[in-house]
């Protein structure tokens, strides 16, 4: 059987974000939101979630651009001097791995992000991270090691597989290919990581190479290309764009974004493709997790 889950990342960083989920799970396909516990609009989007009862919202883990969640004094060795997490992926990758304090205060932001989403009232349906940071071996051992404790039993695996990947968009054939083979070995200890913590996790992920770019025709062409398992197809709505947002992501196309969740096209190919929408909490009670 073939399934998807339609999840939109970046809930709470803007109230133009945050209308873009309300509106795409109630007049559209998404079913998830991934929430930023720290971001400058968290507030309005779990205002918003708790008049969506049907709306599966995780938490989306941010240990690299961004902010944290605990005072910076507190995680001197993760920020920078103006208490900012770093943009650095690379380096930071090398720093939570080496460095002892900075796994110390790892593992207390981590905590904090996951108290902070349990003080929300929300059910936690599944944990990703900014950049999928999570791939991190360190990070994803510290963000299953407390997520237990907070009834963590979902996780995004982000593997995007090449050949679907590609014949749903024809472009950027290098990017789809290095990136496939690159995190091939990572994600195959991720996985593996996963089953073993009893966690469930999807088979597949679309949206990472087209990211800032995934428009109602796009989307409905990887619906046609979707590999059977449980694929999970995330963007990053928003109704409009903000200057924030284009700062930070420029050449995102937000509002196209937004689009591709309510657009009626999008709505009626996945009627007639026959794949089944579903969520990582319908995926965790399944598998038992």
């Known amino acids: 059987m073939t399934r998807v889950i339609f999840t939109a990342d970046d809930f709470g960083l803007s109230p133009f974000v945050n209308e873009a989920v309300e509106r795409g799970h109630r007049e559209g396909v998404l079913g998830c939101a991934s929430l930023m516990v ?17 709306l599966r919202v995780g938490l989306h883990v941010v240990l690299v651009n961004g902010r944290p969640i605990l005072p910076p004094e507190r995680v001197p060795a993760l920020v920078d001097a ?7 992926l690379f380096r930071a990758g090398v720093t939570y791995f080496a460095r002892p304090a900075a796994r110390r205060q790892l593992r207390d932001e981590v905590r904090a992000q996951f108290e902070a989403f349990r003080a929300t009232g929300l059910d936690l349906d599944h944990v990703n991270a900014q950049n999928h940071f999570h791939v991190h071996p360190t990070v994803f051992a510290t963000i299953v090691s407390v997520g237990r404790e907070f009834g963590l039993r979902a996780v995004r695996i982000p593997r995007e597989p090449f050949w679907p990947s590609w014949r749903s968009a024809r472009t950027h054939f290098g990017a789809r290919l290095a990136n496939d083979a690159l995190l091939a070995p990572w994600l195959a200890l991720m996985t593996w990581r996963a089953r073993r913590a009893g966690l469930a996790c999807n088979d597949s992920v679309f949206g990472m190479i087209d990211s800032g770019a995934m428009t109602p025709a796009r989307v409905k062409r990887i619906l046609a290309e979707l590999p059977a398992g449980t694929n999970e197809v ?12 284009v700062a930070a992501m420029p050449g995102y196309a937000f509002a196209e974004e937004f689009a591709a969740l309510i657009d009626p096209g999008v709505g009626a190919a996945l009627l007639a493709s026959g794949v089944r929408r579903t969520t990582f909490s319908e995926l965790a009670a399944t598998r038992g997790g």
């Open 234 to 245: 995330y963007l990053h709505p928003a109704t409009q764009p903000w200057p924030e947002g």
């Open 38 to 54: 720290a971001a400058p609009a968290t507030e309005d989007a779990v205002e918003r979630a708790r008049r969506l009862p049907t």
């Open 82 to 88: 103006a208490g900012a997490f770093p943009s650095d």
